[in-house]
């Protein structure tokens, strides 16, 4: 009887399932790891490119809440009556970086991420057009992560990738590598405005709410700005 008692008095933990565009994963990560309710609730974490995701969703994948990196998508998926009122909010504003960090390379390709599916390859694809108008070749990623990695494994010379994937790589592991950029002016590029929703099919409304909430907190936006993105 006493064993009974004791496993019935188990309270299984709530869940969420967050979408989150590739740039903002890592972010993401440690600010949820520094909330006040992260031993008491089990998250998820799907990422990708946001296009990816926004299709899954139309789709009916089973998440919580969407990071989109754009506001374009959560717009869309607003209209189509898919989210919760009032829950679209800006949560980021992306930067972009031109990172080349072998020099004398020989290497004819410059990694961006695919334009049709990431907001930073739209912004990368118009920066490229209008202002470095580069003779290298176009090497095409799934989403702005990929786009990275295919510089740092030198498989392309250079790429226009999130400031914010660089300062989470030499986070993770310091190199100077990391640091050969060079920051685009933001007036060269259309603004990346990162959106935010919870979405109307979410089996938990209240926690969905805490997330969002935490994530726009005084604080947390502060964390979020020194993570590499643009401080409102």
């Known amino acids: 009887m006493l064993l009974l008692l004791n496993i019935n008095s188990v309270v299984a933990k709530e869940s969420v399932h967050i979408a989150v565009a590739s740039n903002f994963k890592a972010p993401l990560e440690q600010l949820l790891k520094q909330a006040p309710f992260y031993n008491n609730i089990d998250i998820k974490i799907s ?43 800006t949560y980021a504003t992306g930067k972009l ?26 912004a990368a694809e ?54 050969a950029y060079t920051l685009i002016p933001e007036t060269q590029y259309p603004a990346i405005i990162q959106q935010a929703v919870i979405l109307k099919s979410t089996d938990n409304l209240a926690l969905s709410n805490k997330i969002m909430n935490y994530l726009l907190s005084i604080k947390v936006q502060t964390q979020i700005a020194e993570f590499g993105y643009k401080k409102d």
């Open 126 to 179: 118009y920066y490229n057009n209008h202002y470095l108008k580069t003779g290298l070749t176009f090497v095409l990623a799934n989403n702005i992560t990929q786009a990275f990695q295919f510089v740092d494994s030198a498989n392309a010379r250079l790429g226009i990738v999130a400031l914010a994937t660089l300062k989470a790589a030499n986070q993770l592991q310091p190199n100077n590598k990391y640091e």
């Open 47 to 89: 990422a990708g490119a946001s296009g990816v995701l926004y299709s899954q969703i139309i789709h009916g994948a089973p998440f919580d809440i969407f990071l989109s990196a754009d506001a374009k998508r959560p717009e869309q998926l607003s209209e189509q009556g898919l989210i919760v009122n009032g829950s679209l909010k």
């Open 97 to 122: 970086a031109l990172w080349q960090p072998e020099t004398h390379s020989d290497n004819p390709y410059i990694a961006i991420a695919n334009p049709r599916l990431s907001p930073y390859g739209e």
